[in-house]
């Protein structure tokens, strides 16, 4: 009797796994291709989006090391204030690859390892991480775009000087201007 009624129950549809509980996190590799121009930085997300970005939440060995120390993958909740590209949830899960113990600034581990981001507001080009129902950024710091005082700021080295000191509106502007070509 039991066995026939969990069977109904998984036929009619009510066993819901949650795409989360079925992903191995530590498992996760995240493309850390860059982009040649700030148009194609555009062109491969499938989301572009200015949020709040919380601390990381979850973090979990990847069991991958280095000389200089273990891979961790960190998820992070992202509060959606704003689509400019795309349409998604309110809340999103962003997924980033890190070194423990943390590197010093200037290790060059932090050009392909980031780790979390720090808490705040953001513009950030994302995609979807296939299988999950998580999401990372388009070539790692390229697609990271922090808001201080209600600008973008570009990140030395990675971020793409055309989209410096711009507002929310000018961001989106120049991104419409992508799309209409």
């Not at 990847?62 to 689509?83: D, P």
């Not at 922090?146 to 000087?161: E, R």
């Amino acid at each position: 009797m039991l066995y026939r009624l969990c069977f109904i129950l998984f036929a009619l549809g009510f066993v819901v796994v949650p795409a989360s509980a079925a992903t191995d996190i530590g498992r996760i590799r995240i493309d850390p291709t860059p982009v040649n121009t700030w148009q194609d930085l555009v062109k491969q997300s499938e989301l572009i989006v200015v949020s709040w970005v919380d601390s990381a939440n979850q973090s979990v060995s990847t069991r991958r090391t280095l000389r200089e120390g273990a891979l961790v993958n960190y998820v992070q909740s992202l509060h959606v204030k704003q689509a400019l590209k795309g349409s998604g949830q309110r809340l999103l899960k962003l997924v980033s690859t890190g070194v423990e113990p943390l590197p010093d600034a200037s290790s060059p581990l932090n050009r392909t390892y980031p780790g979390p981001l720090a808490e705040g507001n953001y513009i950030l080009f994302l995609r979807h991480v296939s299988g999950t129902d998580l999401y990372s950024t388009v070539g790692l710091w390229q697609g990271v775009y922090p808001l201080s005082q209600g600008q973008t700021i570009a990140l030395q080295g990675s971020g793409f000087s055309e989209l410096n000191q711009l507002t929310v509106e000018e961001f989106a502007r120049k991104l419409r201007s992508v799309s209409s070509r």
